[in-house]
Protein backbone atom coordinates (compact mmCIF):
# COMPACT_ATOMS: atom_id res chain seq x y z
CA UNK A 1 0.00 0.00 0.00
CA UNK A 2 0.82 3.54 -1.29
CA UNK A 3 1.93 5.39 2.52
CA UNK A 4 0.22 8.72 3.40
CA UNK A 5 3.53 10.61 2.36
CA UNK A 6 4.58 9.15 -0.78
CA UNK A 7 0.54 9.33 -1.68
CA UNK A 8 0.64 13.16 -1.35
CA UNK A 9 3.84 13.45 -3.20
CA UNK A 10 2.61 11.28 -6.14
CA UNK A 11 -1.20 12.75 -6.30
CA UNK A 12 0.99 16.22 -6.95
CA UNK A 13 2.32 14.11 -10.03
CA UNK A 14 -0.57 13.60 -11.67
CA UNK A 15 -0.29 14.29 -15.50
CA UNK A 16 3.41 14.37 -15.58
CA UNK A 17 6.27 11.64 -16.06
CA UNK A 18 7.60 9.53 -13.44
CA UNK A 19 9.71 6.61 -13.51
CA UNK A 20 8.76 3.35 -11.37
CA UNK A 21 11.64 0.60 -10.49
CA UNK A 22 9.31 -2.54 -10.41
CA UNK A 23 10.72 -5.45 -7.49
CA UNK A 24 11.58 -7.90 -10.86
CA UNK A 25 13.98 -5.01 -12.20
CA UNK A 26 11.75 -3.40 -15.36
CA UNK A 27 12.04 0.30 -15.39
CA UNK A 28 8.67 2.24 -16.25
CA UNK A 29 8.59 6.02 -17.69
CA UNK A 30 5.27 7.09 -17.79
CA UNK A 31 2.48 10.10 -17.24
CA UNK A 32 0.50 9.48 -13.89
CA UNK A 33 -2.65 9.19 -14.79
CA UNK A 34 -4.43 8.04 -11.18
CA UNK A 35 -3.31 6.15 -8.37
CA UNK A 36 -4.70 4.87 -5.20
CA UNK A 37 -3.45 2.97 -2.21
CA UNK A 38 -3.06 -0.12 -4.36
CA UNK A 39 -2.96 0.94 -7.70
CA UNK A 40 -0.66 3.55 -10.28
CA UNK A 41 -2.32 3.69 -13.95
CA UNK A 42 0.27 5.50 -16.56
CA UNK A 43 -0.34 5.94 -20.09
CA UNK A 44 2.76 6.64 -22.73
CA UNK A 45 4.65 3.95 -21.16
CA UNK A 46 8.19 3.04 -22.11
CA UNK A 47 10.39 0.25 -20.65
CA UNK A 48 13.54 -0.70 -19.86
CA UNK A 49 15.90 -3.17 -17.51
CA UNK A 50 16.84 -0.93 -14.75
CA UNK A 51 20.68 -2.49 -15.20
CA UNK A 52 21.06 -1.30 -18.68
CA UNK A 53 20.86 2.26 -17.09
CA UNK A 54 24.70 3.60 -17.66
CA UNK A 55 25.25 5.95 -14.42
CA UNK A 56 27.43 8.72 -14.10
CA UNK A 57 27.90 11.08 -10.86
CA UNK A 58 28.11 14.31 -11.73
CA UNK A 59 28.47 15.09 -7.82
CA UNK A 60 26.27 17.05 -5.16
CA UNK A 61 23.62 13.98 -4.50
CA UNK A 62 22.76 13.97 -8.19
CA UNK A 63 23.19 10.60 -10.57
CA UNK A 64 22.37 11.00 -14.13
CA UNK A 65 21.94 7.85 -16.58
CA UNK A 66 21.81 6.85 -20.07
CA UNK A 67 19.22 4.04 -21.22
CA UNK A 68 17.44 3.09 -24.28
CA UNK A 69 13.62 3.09 -23.76
CA UNK A 70 11.47 0.78 -25.65
CA UNK A 71 7.64 2.23 -26.50
CA UNK A 72 4.91 0.31 -24.66
CA UNK A 73 2.00 -0.33 -27.12
CA UNK A 74 -0.29 -0.24 -24.56
CA UNK A 75 -3.07 2.58 -23.89
CA UNK A 76 -2.61 2.16 -19.86
CA UNK A 77 -0.49 -0.21 -17.63
CA UNK A 78 -1.35 -0.80 -14.12
CA UNK A 79 0.85 -1.01 -11.65
CA UNK A 80 0.51 -3.35 -8.28
CA UNK A 81 2.05 -0.94 -5.56
CA UNK A 82 3.18 -3.47 -3.76
CA UNK A 83 5.67 -4.72 -6.73
CA UNK A 84 7.61 -1.10 -6.45
CA UNK A 85 10.74 -0.32 -4.90
CA UNK A 86 11.32 3.24 -6.07
CA UNK A 87 9.62 6.39 -7.46
CA UNK A 88 11.37 9.31 -9.12
CA UNK A 89 9.83 12.68 -11.22
CA UNK A 90 10.84 12.41 -14.19
CA UNK A 91 13.75 15.47 -15.52
CA UNK A 92 15.38 14.42 -19.23
CA UNK A 93 17.85 17.03 -20.94
CA UNK A 94 19.34 16.05 -24.34
CA UNK A 95 22.31 15.13 -24.46
CA UNK A 96 25.27 16.96 -25.98
CA UNK A 97 27.51 14.15 -26.65
CA UNK A 98 26.77 10.67 -28.03
CA UNK A 99 23.36 9.86 -26.22
CA UNK A 100 19.65 11.24 -26.98
CA UNK A 101 18.63 11.28 -23.41
CA UNK A 102 19.62 11.78 -20.46
CA UNK A 103 17.73 10.55 -16.83
CA UNK A 104 18.58 12.58 -14.02
CA UNK A 105 17.28 12.06 -10.36
CA UNK A 106 17.65 13.43 -7.24
CA UNK A 107 16.74 10.98 -4.34
CA UNK A 108 13.89 8.52 -4.75
CA UNK A 109 10.28 8.94 -3.41
CA UNK A 110 10.25 5.48 -2.03
CA UNK A 111 12.76 2.70 -1.35
CA UNK A 112 12.63 -0.36 -0.59
Given at each position: ???????????????????????????????????????????????????????????????MGYVDWTHVDL??????????????????????????????????????
Amino acid sequence: MVGDILEKRLKKLVGKRIVVVMDDGLALLGSLKSLDKDTLILKDVYQAPSEEIEWEDPGEKKKMGYVDWTHVDLDEVYIRVEHVLRVWPWKSQKAAEKRALIYSRDEAFLSM
